[in-house]
């Protein structure tokens, strides 16, 4: 996913009210507030002073216009929009970068399943059960190489899993892709000192038949791309 306009470079000064921070942009003296897409506790990645890079989306319906979209975390760079992963699903789908899914060529996305949800992709083809898909975005690094998910507690997560189960009960294919805006992690696990109720849940599911794909992100302040497959990490037995 290419960004529509060069990003501009800010350093943070500090987030509040979940959506909201401060910055004060390269060559300027003063603050910016800016929009935060981001819901979670972004653990580690809104350091005072931080790097950071803005997208700039002037409609004139927006009260703020720039939009935080990279920080720069561990000494490289870190996608914190969680509104990017399902549009770098997409086109990793159309281009068939991820193996695991490339034999589907229907691709619905937001169908209703479950108990009042919406699944983020069904994957349809010719042959094949329907691949229920849902997408989590991954940005938690505590341990050098390792990713981990949730950064805070996620009941709605946890539900996620459960209606996969249950799809998978129904006869269909279920999968939980993990999207990871990091270049630096070497594997993948649940963060079950965080949120232990996501973790069970996430054993229950592997064991019920979900299965569980993770891939990391090429970062750029130009472009984010879906890049290769990690594992789940051999911490989590």
Request: aromatic share 8%.
């Given at each position: 996913?290419?960004?529509?306009?060069?990003?501009?470079?800010?350093?943070?000064?500090?987030?509040?009210?979940?959506?909201?921070?401060?910055?004060?942009?390269?060559?300027q003296d003063e603050a910016t507030v800016v929009h935060c897409p981001n819901p979670g506790s972004m653990m580690g990645l809104?350091?005072?002073?931080?790097?950071?890079w803005l997208s700039w989306n002037d409609t004139g319906k927006r009260k703020h216009p720039y939009t935080w979209e990279i920080s720069k975390a561990d000494g490289d760079l870190v996608?914190?929009?969680?509104?990017?992963p399902n549009r770098l699903v997409t086109e990793a789908l159309e281009e068939g970068l991820i193996p695991e899914l490339s034999a589907y060529d229907g691709i619905r996305r937001e169908v209703r399943y479950g108990e009042k949800s919406r699944v983020d992709f069904l994957l349809q083809g010719e042959h094949l059960p329907d691949c229920y898909l849902e997408v989590k975005n991954v940005h938690l690094m505590r341990t050098a190489g390792l990713a981990e998910f949730p950064d805070s507690v996620t009941a709605r997560g946890s539900r996620h899993l459960q209606e996969l189960m249950q799809m998978v009960k129904n006869g269909h294919r279920a999968v939980m892709l993990f999207v990871v805006q990091r270049m630096d992690c070497t594997s993948f696990c649940p963060a079950?000192?965080?949120?232990?109720?996501?973790?069970?849940?996430?054993?229950?599911?592997?064991?019920?038949?979900?299965?569980?794909?993770?891939?990391?992100?090429?970062?750029?302040?130009?472009?984010?791309?879906?890049?290769?497959?990690?594992?789940?990490?051999?911490?989590?037995?």
């Open positions: 996913m290419k960004f529509s306009a060069p990003l501009h470079k800010a350093h943070l000064l500090r987030r509040y009210k979940r959506f909201l921070a401060d910055v004060v942009l390269e060559g809104d350091k005072p002073e931080s790097p950071v996608g914190i929009n969680t509104n990017l079950a000192d965080i949120d232990p109720v996501y973790a069970n849940t996430f054993r229950d599911a592997i064991n019920a038949g979900v299965e569980i794909l993770c891939y990391d992100c090429e970062i750029t302040t130009k472009q984010i791309t879906i890049r290769q497959p990690l594992p789940l990490s051999p911490s989590f037995g």
